[in-house]
């Protein structure tokens, strides 16, 4: 690869290559909720892209009010799929808080299913779990939180289409 060539065409690690269909930018619509808040409906954009050669993919989320296109949340941060099945998720979020999470992903069945191994900077979340799957041309997502007061419970899903 030389200075000209786009990172997009570099050689994908064997490690990404199981997931290679989330690369790129996906976009769509999603709600969430929680027995302390009013549900809402937002816009959403992910995007997910090969680091040239390394076994990882970076992560970049947006979120904005469908009404008046105002930002809301955003996080980013890395995944590291390994060899085995299993992965391994970085992310900080506009809040302040960060997230290291643990799971697995299904190459067959194109799903990833994550939980916190760590919450950090939260007084309140105390644990994140998040499912992602990949059908008929669509990205789809739930997010479950815990906090202090609350057990693991249902908090963001949305379905997004590829750019």
């Known amino acids: 690869m030389n200075a000209n060539t786009p990172p997009e065409a570099a050689a994908v690690h064997p490690a990404i ?17 929680y027995p302390t808040i009013a549900s809402f409906s937002y ?11 390394k076994p990882v993919i970076s992560y970049t989320q947006k979120t904005w009010k469908l009404s008046s296109g105002e930002p809301m949340h955003a996080e980013s941060g890395y995944w590291r799929p390994k060899l085995d099945g299993s992965i391994e998720l970085v992310i900080s979020q506009s809040t302040g808080l960060v997230e290291v999470q643990k799971g697995s992903y299904n190459a067959q069945e194109k799903t990833v299913k994550l939980h916190s191994q760590l919450v950090g900077n939260a007084s309140k979340v105390k644990e994140i779990s998040r499912v992602f799957e990949f ?29």
Do not use: C, D
């Not at 479950?144 to 750019?163: D, F, R």
């Open 17 to 33: 290559a199981p997931l290679s269909y989330l690369l790129g930018t996906w976009r769509g619509q999603g709600e969430g909720g």
């Open 43 to 53: 816009g959403e954009e992910l995007h997910f892209s090969a680091i040239s050669g």
């Open 135 to 163: 059908a008929n041309g669509e990205l789809s997502y739930v997010v479950q939180m815990a906090t202090h007061l609350n057990n693991l419970t249902p908090h963001l899903k949305a379905v997004l289409k590829k750019l």
